[in-house]
């Protein structure tokens, strides 16, 4: 018999678990579809980790597989995202992007890239060394592919602006809620939570970014996946090396990982970050080496499908850590990019960390991951581009949560 009561019902009411992009752009969606979300935030305030932590880049979908989730949703959500900035006053830059390629080894790579970018509809150019020298004067590189499309903005303004309409339309946003589970029941999902009155709803969204999977789990969902946290550490460039990049400079991707490599964004607010890197955080919410949990970090490497990635990629690995421990090294992989970058030219910024699905099989969940159970939508997979695509993804989720 289950032990909730039903009188705590409230009957339409959505519970978003997560108050990043990713769950603000749901509840907006749902409140544009009359539905009544109520936002658990376990911080004290929203979007304080992935959200708030990242490059800020808007991604034009050049990287994702034709068809994929990741193309699909950037793309629209990419349009989605400009227009909504532009209706709400939010300061943007669409500057385009540059890809360079700096070895010869990495030029089918970057005509791999190319078509891919054309099959997903990007306006794509094509440039050669001299080429690449006219857009950026200071980079490296014996062909690049500009990309007209990739921008910078603010997502935590575009918070900001999500959740004043979310409480406007009747929503409501409640920060420093730590939901522990949201089990079945009758007519929805009974909601626990740590320090705070359990409470009962007709759906929940389950957008809790590097904490999804447990909360899936604890809810009862079944999924053999894990999130395994990796953090990306940045440097900005201190303002008497800022001319070295006009706009943003990107390395031509290994197809093997998700992640995108050491690059260069100029910032809305100004000022320049280089980085990321992508090492294993030893917590969750490890954002420096000092941050561990012991219980998080055994739980990872007990992890078969951790095991056997690190087992694949152990050379790459190390090679990352080498460059959050040494900063000449960091500063290396940089000038392959822009040479004239140096070590004083740089100052510590602060961290993110990326929530990344890992199979049991060692291979990296590399799209979005959307699992749908009765009265319950869990994402566990929403890494980049999910700011650029967020609208489009809380759209996709509204259009699926019924009563």
Request: net charge negative; charged share 25%.
């Amino acid at each position: 018999m289950d032990p909730a009561p039903e009188t705590g019902l409230q009957h339409g009411t959505v519970a978003v678990i997560g108050g990043g992009i990713v769950g603000l752009a749901t509840a907006y969606a749902l409140t544009r579809r009359g539905r009544i979300p109520l936002v658990l935030e376990k911080e004290p305030a929203l979007a304080r980790h992935q959200t708030g932590r990242n490059s800020g880049v808007i991604h034009s979908g050049i990287y994702y597989a034709p068809g994929s989730a990741k193309a699909t949703l950037c793309r629209t959500g990419r349009a989605a995202l400009l227009d909504f900035c532009a209706a709400h006053d939010i300061d943007h830059d669409v500057c385009g992007k540059v890809i360079v390629a700096t070895r010869s080894e990495e030029l089918p790579r970057l005509d791999a890239l190319h078509e891919r970018g054309e099959a997903n509809g990007i306006e794509i150019r094509r440039l050669d060394g001299d080429g690449l020298r006219e857009r950026e004067p200071h980079a490296a590189g014996i062909a690049a592919l500009e990309v007209a499309d990739a921008g910078i903005v603010d997502y935590g303004e575009v918070c900001r602006v999500l959740a004043e309409l979310i409480v406007e339309a009747g929503g409501r946003i409640r920060t420093g809620v730590t939901v522990t589970s949201a089990r079945p029941i009758a007519s929805g999902r009974w909601i626990e939570c740590l320090d705070d009155e359990p409470v009962a709803v007709s759906h929940v969204v389950n957008c809790g970014g590097l904490h999804a999977d447990q909360l899936a789990a604890a809810s009862g969902a079944a999924s053999p996946t894990r999130i395994v946290p990796f953090r990306g550490e940045y440097f900005e460039l201190r303002p008497q090396a800022e001319h070295l990049v006009r706009h943003l400079i990107y390395p031509v991707p290994d197809p093997e990982f998700p992640f995108l490599g050491v690059h260069f964004t100029r910032m809305l607010a100004g000022g320049v970050h280089a980085g990321p890197n992508a090492v294993l955080a030893l917590a969750r919410e490890g954002y420096s080496w000092g941050d561990i949990d012991p219980r998080e970090l055994a739980a990872v490497i007990r992890f078969p499908g951790f095991r056997r990635l690190a087992a694949r990629h152990w050379r790459m690995g190390l090679g990352e850590m080498w460059r959050s421990a040494n900063r000449r090294a960091f500063v290396r992989a940089l000038q392959r990019l822009v040479p004239d970058v140096q070590l004083d030219d740089l100052r510590p910024s602060p961290a993110g960390v990326r929530a990344q699905a890992l199979r049991p099989s060692g291979d990296l969940v590399d799209d979005f991951d959307l699992v749908h159970e009765p009265a319950a939508t869990h994402v566990l997979n929403a890494p980049s581009p999910a700011a650029t695509a967020s609208l489009a993804i809380g759209d996709t989720i509204a259009a699926t949560v019924t009563d």
